[in-house]
């Protein structure tokens, strides 16, 4: 067994208690209710941090979140490792879906887990994922076996944009000053099939408001005579794909990045079930845009989702109102070359223009980031891919992701260095989702995994 | 000054305190939430029946909310009037709306109510017009004034479907047996333009749920490749009318009466101006089925219109999810001849039959109800019309009207009689809307009228 091994067997208890101390705490950014849970959550990271052997920890306030920094310098002349993970959480909600609740961690075996697996809301996305670091921190420091440099940036906001992170990485450039930046924030194909993600797709998020009559009105009185913006809110999203599910907003895919069929027929290689994933979701069939697989339309494809709608009543029972006002929350999820302000600005202009006489309409841009791709010839992939072999014993498929990081490309574009994104959580985790959970076995063997990434990394630029 | 005139003149602040305190009691028959509160309201109108002179004042329980029935037989050999109103209000959402609680009854001053109009949730539908007839009764009754019989038959239902009070029709058809059924729950098309709806529009009101993937779902991993409900929803609804705004359900218009270019021609004439009624709404444009103005839209054309839609993530800020399901709530307003049940079943059967593969489609019917059509040559038209007359000064005009009261083509097909629709509230009134009001003057003149209404339909009758 291992130095990293043993050191694990001895402590997994500890390792499982503090994350589900860290879990009990619901830092939901988006919710301005959980304000103060939010900022306690940092403190709490800042106070494992220096636990696990960081030097210079501190909170850095900004104008939202505060963000936790922290580095363990040991020779300026040795490559440095900066350390990216979030500690805010999604919403909850719907809650009344949860077999436990979100902020009362247990755990649990399932038929993937059955080592068990930490059910609560940021198990995984990213409060699990995120920790591992810090374990692999101590590991590394408390045994005299950090072989380089490492700093670590923990936001609060990575679910509601970063906005705040990029004003803090422009302003410190020198400070962030690293030669590959870590990232455990996404997931593996399976808990046999390592993988490592090279690709993210860019965001735009917005919402839109729909304003018909300055009044709800009674729907007998008034129906059929005026425009409900319930309805033309539907006539205009319903707009927004084509019969082959294309989007329609005019340019949207002018700067698409088509892969070619060399590329196609690479992706096309890893392994997938059509039929255990319309059953994992128990769907009859899947949907989306004409001439694409399942793995391209998730992953290279953008997309437009609606991810939230509401107007009127929705009350029990029946309320025969036509409604003042309608809205939704919408996401565009984009592939790399599409730049996200202009999709905002695209997204703006059509839904504006497609808005019959009779209502008015308003669009607010959430936030959004741009999309990323790594190349699988740097060092860094090198050292991820390596590590990986060490503790799974098996090299792992590089794969495109449908999610997004915003905040990776500015990353690239300010720091300078590539991002290597080493996720070990499942798809079946449920994150974003009721019941999100984290196996036990996968915080584990990220723990294990880290450290020799920062060896090989440090092997491989020396 | 007539005997009714100098009678409210010496009542008039008691008979607006009366009514003020029913008003304060929130009789919401949707919301189960304030089932004690609808069941006191009707305590309340028992109470108030026996005080005006009612005999033989019951509650009759039913399996939803309870009927107040009361009735003053003088002879049995003159003609008999039911009385029909409701207790019941429809929910007051959305609350930040109002600019006085709903159930906090003020009365203030508007351009249109110098004399004062009560703002509260039913103070117009139809607690306020309801009432008239309970304090017509009184003065009728303590000046030995009532020229024929009366019964009164007060139900909690109405704004949920009148399930149980259709029942209760059929099992006391005797009990119930009247010469003329009168009702003010419409309104008037102008407070110096008296008139008396001779149709009410027929509803079938639905509720639909589309449920795709088993779970919520992240937008970015899941984005592109499953069906999205809300996205579905929109598509499904927005295919609900054509470019013409003609609906598309197969069937729909198979049975609708067509008027012909004179009776169109005879409704062109009412007074109305498009360009007030855009105004009153704040609107730039109406919107409609092409080929028919807004007075026809909103009265002789049958209308598809989305109450309330609902999914996803509603909250504050932004969350990345693709619902597991989406919802809306969705009525149609029937004319003459289209049978609610068989419009019901051909929404269903056409709804499900458009879900696309990757969803499930639920729809639940909630309620429905035939519209009606009176004619304007009955003995009970011809008083009220000389009712008006009197009061007003004017002879009332005939109109169509886009709400429906479902219950009205039962009391024709199970006791025989038509019935005649006096109502005195205004369009903007904003019954099932925030602000909710009833002018006193519209008040105090239906209480004004209604007794000459007694009194020509008994001289007709005889």
Redesign the interface.
């Known amino acids: 067994m291992s130095s990293i091994q043993s050191y694990i067997t001895s402590n997994k208890q500890r390792f499982i208690d503090e994350l589900i101390e860290l879990l009990k705490i619901p830092s939901i950014?988006?919710?301005?209710a959980y304000k103060k849970e939010t900022i306690q959550t940092a403190e709490v990271i800042k106070t494992n941090l220096k636990k696990a052997g960081c030097d210079r920890v501190e909170i850095c306030e900004t104008e939202g979140f505060p963000i936790v920094y922290g580095e363990k310098i040991i020779d300026p002349k040795l490559p440095t490792v900066l350390v990216y993970g979030h500690y805010d959480v999604?919403?909850p909600?719907?809650l009344d879906?949860w077999h436990s609740p979100p902020f009362e961690p247990v755990i649990k075996n399932t038929d993937l887990h059955p080592e068990g697996a930490i059910f609560a809301r940021g198990a995984c996305d990213d409060k699990g994922q995120m920790y591992m670091h810090v374990k692999a921190l101590e590991y590394m420091t408390s045994q005299g076996d950090l072989p380089c440099n490492v700093k670590f940036m923990i936001e609060g906001e990575e679910?509601?944009?970063s906005v705040n992170l990029s004003h803090f990485v422009k302003a410190n450039r020198e400070k962030l000053e690293n030669n590959v930046i870590l990232i455990s924030d996404t997931?593996m194909i399976a808990k046999d099939v390592p993988s490592i993600t090279t690709g993210l797709?860019g965001?735009s998020?917005v919402?839109v408001e729909v304003t018909?009559?300055?009044?709800?009105?009674?729907?007998?009185?008034?129906?059929?005579?005026?425009?409900?913006p319930?309805?033309?809110?539907?006539?205009m999203?319903?707009?927004l794909?084509d019969e082959n599910n294309h989007i329609t907003i005019p340019g949207f895919y002018d700067k698409v990045e088509n892969l070619s069929d060399a590329e196609r027929a690479e992706m096309a290689k890893a392994p997938f079930s059509l039929e255990a994933y319309k059953k994992s979701?128990?769907?009859?069939?899947?949907?989306?845009?004409e001439g694409y697989t399942?793995?391209e339309?998730?992953s290279i494809?953008?997309?437009l989702?609606?991810?939230?709608?509401?107007?009127?009543?929705?009350?029990?029972?029946?309320?025969?109102?036509?409604?003042?006002k309608?809205?939704?929350?919408i996401?565009m999820?984009l592939v790399p070359n599409q730049d996200w302000q202009e999709i905002t600005q695209l997204f703006k202009t059509h839904f504006e223009k497609i808005a019959?006489?009779?209502?008015r309409v308003k669009v607010s841009p959430?936030?959004g980031g741009q999309g990323y791709v790594t190349p699988i010839d740097s060092i860094g992939y090198k050292a991820a891919s390596k590590a990986y072999e060490k503790t799974f014993g098996k090299t792992p498929i590089p794969q495109r992701?449908?999610?997004?990081i915003p905040i990776v490309s500015l990353f690239e574009q300010e720091l300078k260095s590539k991002t290597i994104l080493m996720g070990f959580g499942l798809?079946s985790d449920?994150?974003?989702?009721?019941?999100e959970h984290f196996g036990i076995w996968n915080y584990l063997k990220g723990i294990e995994t880290i450290p020799y990434f920062y060896k090989y990394f440090t092997e491989l630029k020396q």
Chains 1, 2 share one sequence.
Not at 29 to 32: E, G, L
Not at 212 to 228: F, I, K, Q, W
Not at 326 to 329: C, F, G, I, P, S
Not at 401 to 404: A, E, L, V
């Open positions: 950014s988006a919710d301005s999604q919403p909600d719907p879906l679910e509601v944009g997931g797709r965001l998020y919402e018909g009559p300055n009044r709800d009105l009674h729907s007998g009185l008034y129906g059929g005579a005026v425009a409900n319930i309805n033309v809110l539907t006539k999203i319903a707009s794909h979701l128990d769907i009859d069939a899947v949907y989306g845009e399942t793995n339309r998730n494809r953008p997309t989702d609606v991810n939230g709608i509401w107007g009127g009543y929705t009350g029990e029972g029946a309320k025969t109102v036509i409604a003042s309608a809205y939704a929350k996401s999820r019959p006489a009779g209502v959430h936030h992701s449908g999610g997004s798809d449920a994150i974003h989702s009721p019941n």
